[in-house]
């Protein structure tokens, strides 16, 4: 009786250190940048285009492989997600979008596979770009290199695109914050 002990000790334990805990992941099926393009095409048709807001937490968690940005089960949509990643500890602020280091930051983390976000906070909808593997480019217009981005805007937003530099989104860095997952 006393060697099954030990044993059920450890399993409850890590049972109970496991519960609650945000920054738990759970993995699931990655999908090709290009892949969820034409997810985003095939949602838009059969749920309307004005019921895209929550593809963009479907996107990263599904490009990165993991599920996140979701509540009681649910992606959350778009202009929900500032407010989600600002206040969880699963996710930390790398900085503001004009400051070189922070974009090299941003793209050295998506292109090893960790989860990283841009966010306009100036815009009331704060409006999400993801991060994603790739090359940096010279941005004229920022004044730095930029990362390589992919977004999925809502249909009042612009075109959603892949593969194109983070300006591509917004002609300004002001007000752009990089976030990452832990």
């Not at 759970?26 to 997810?39: A, H």
């Not at 960790?114 to 010279?138: C, H, M, R, S, W």
Request: proline share 4%.
């Amino acid at each position: 009786m006393k060697r099954y002990v030990l044993p059920l000790i450890v399993i409850a334990a890590v049972i109970l250190m496991g519960c609650g805990n945000e920054t738990e992941t759970i993995s699931i099926n990655k999908r090709p940048i290009d892949r969820l393009l034409k997810d985003y095409e095939e949602w838009k048709e059969g749920k309307g285009a004005n019921n895209c807001k929550e593809f963009t937490a479907y996107a990263a968690s599904h490009y990165y492989g993991v599920e996140m940005l979701k509540e009681e089960n649910q992606y959350l949509e778009y202009h929900d997600i500032y407010d989600f990643v600002s206040s969880s500890s699963a996710w930390s602020k790398l900085g503001d979008a004009d400051e070189q280091s922070v974009a090299d930051q941003a793209q050295e983390y998506a292109n090893n596979g960790v989860p990283v976000v841009a966010i306009n906070t100036d815009d009331e909808y704060k409006l999400v770009v993801l991060i994603i593997e790739g090359e940096q480019t010279t941005s004229s217009k920022w004044g730095i290199k930029v990362p390589n981005a992919a977004a999925f805007f809502p249909q009042n937003g612009p075109e959603p695109f892949i593969n194109k530099t983070l300006n591509y989104a917004w002609s300004s860095p002001e007000g752009i914050e990089l976030w990452v997952r832990k």
